[in-house]
């Protein structure tokens, strides 16, 4: 008689479209997740073999995460933000709580996030104490008729949208402090130098996923380059630069030196050659990537995904911290340019 019953009941939500969500993603839609954390000078001598695991673990705990929105029917928007606040939580990467320096000693990030199914996009720039970046532009996104807000603004957005912030103590980690210092007293012998790029980790955030009704997402998380100064504003928060989401081409985060993204249009030109030109999204970022970008003498790289879950992961640099789970369920967790 019970399982009489429960028959009825899922009959009857089944028709009001109740679980409608869950028979869908139950239904055989592929979903697909990539992140990345940083693309750079990478190698194995820069780190020991329990701060590696460390990272390697955190990146594998990031992209379940999102994986885990995408498997029980919710959308790729959901899932990227899922997995950028679990980077943007550890000290690990450059974005929230990792955050570099500027040259005053604070933290000024960016954020933006892009949906593919209507172009739908929020951004912010040079923000500070936002506990996650992500949040805030993912709020401008669904809460304002803007883009993209800056500075002082976009906080006071922030409180008015119940946006949480943290103390610059929450932001503090002796490892950026220390590069801070390295690059100030580079500064003083060399008047040249202001900011600490390219060859290093640059250890941005970013992911891209499709979801079970087809639909991309892209969105990226940064504090920009250590020593700052000027309100410099890299590529990350730029829709086009570094975050990009078309269902009809393909979802985009890239990361390197923003300067040349935002030249190269980087997000944007991949997704349009995949449009236009009709090329797989592979041939489209190594065009971008190790053709356009590089010619240029920009460093960094790309995670990509198209509308059939096909994972591109694109850089030119010896390694770039990176994770997907692809349409058939597999994970892979890399750091180098050879594994
Ligand atoms: N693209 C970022 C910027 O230029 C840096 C990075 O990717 O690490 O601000």
Redesign the pocket.
Known sequence: MLHFRTILTLIIALSSGLITITAFAGSGAPVAIAIHA??GTISKEDFSAPLELKIRNTLKQAVQAGYQVLSSGGSSLDAITRAITVLEDSPHF?AGRGAVFNAEGKHEM?ASIMDGSDLNAGAVAGVQNIRNPILLARKVMTNSVHVMLAGEGAEVFARANGIEFADDDYFFTEYRWQQLQKIKTAEKQDTQIQSEYPDHW???VGAVALDAHGNLAAATS?G??TNKRWGRV???PIIGA?TYADNRSCAVS??????Y?IRVTVARDICARVQYQGVDLAVAADAVINGQLQDMGGD?GVIAIDPKGNIVLTFNTPGMYRASIDVNGNLAVRIYKNE
């Not at 890239?254 to 300067?259: D, F, M, R, S």
């Open positions: 940083g693309a450059n960016d640059l250890s941005t940064t920009g380059m890299g590529d990350s570094g890239a990361t390197g030196h923003g300067e993204f960094g």
